[in-house]
T-cell receptor, first 116, second 108 residues
């Protein structure tokens, strides 16, 4: 099976702009989770989508949003970018038969976002 | 108190020795735990998952879970230079939370 894919792999944006990241899960997986990874805060959970609905949410501001399509592909949007949003954004997929904290997450290669 | 805590290291181990990585968690409702390995510039990849008290072995890797002590560990036997990476411990009761990661270096 093909793994989780993410596009784009690298992005450079300026403060105040918005960005949309895309994630295609492993075939058959219905749950997609998004994480932010920074050297200071580590790997932090943003939110999870299952069957086109946000099922779980982390402690991030409303500037971070997402959606999931009927084919389980997911997008994440960050509006009004701040310098602190510079990070590696990782998408992970799982079957969705259990909650994401109860089953193995398979990570994509990530999108590295730099905000100038 | 962080929900999942790891010693950030760096942990340096000679080649062929046993590397021991430790993780504690605060939420007693946590039932599933995961060890991921992350090479520099790459994404995390699953090493082991563990759901029950006791040991779980897979090749050179052994995960140990002690729910009474809220403690999870990963042992790597016969450590190889290719095991040099950051190891992430994850668990949680309402969401998957990761520790800061332990940077492991295997010295030839």
């Amino acid at each position: 099976k093909a793994g989780v894919t993410q596009t784009p792999r690298y992005l450079i944006k300026t403060r105040g702009q918005q960005v949309t990241l895309s994630c295609s899960p492993i075939s058959g997986h219905r749950s997609v989770s998004w994480y932010q990874q920074t050297p200071g805060q580590g790997l932090q959970f943003l939110f999870e989508y299952f069957s086109e609905t946000q099922r779980n949410k982390g402690n991030f501001p409303g500037r971070f949003s997402g959606r999931q399509f009927s084919n389980s592909r997911s997008e994440m949007n960050v509006s009004t970018l701040e310098l602190g949003d510079s990070a590696l954004y990782l998408c992970a997929s799982s079957s969705g038969t259990r909650q994401p904290y109860q089953e193995t997450q398979y990570f994509g290669p990530g999108t590295r976002l730099l905000v100038l | 108190q962080k929900e999942v805590e790891q010693n950030s290291g760096p942990l340096s181990v000679p080649e062929g020795a046993i590397a021991s990585l430790n993780c504690t968690y605060s939420d007693r409702g946590s039932q599933s735990f995961f060890w991921y390995r992350q090479y520099s510039g790459k994404s995390p990849e699953l090493i082991m998952s563990i759901y029950s008290n006791g040991d779980k072995e897979d090749g050179r890797f052994t995960a140990q879970l002690n729910k009474a002590s809220q403690y999870v560990s990963l042992l790597i036997r016969d450590s190889q230079p290719s095991d040099s990476a950051t190891y992430l411990c994850g668990g949680g009761a309402q969401k998957l939370v990761f520790g800061q990661g332990t940077r492991l270096t295997i010295n030839p």
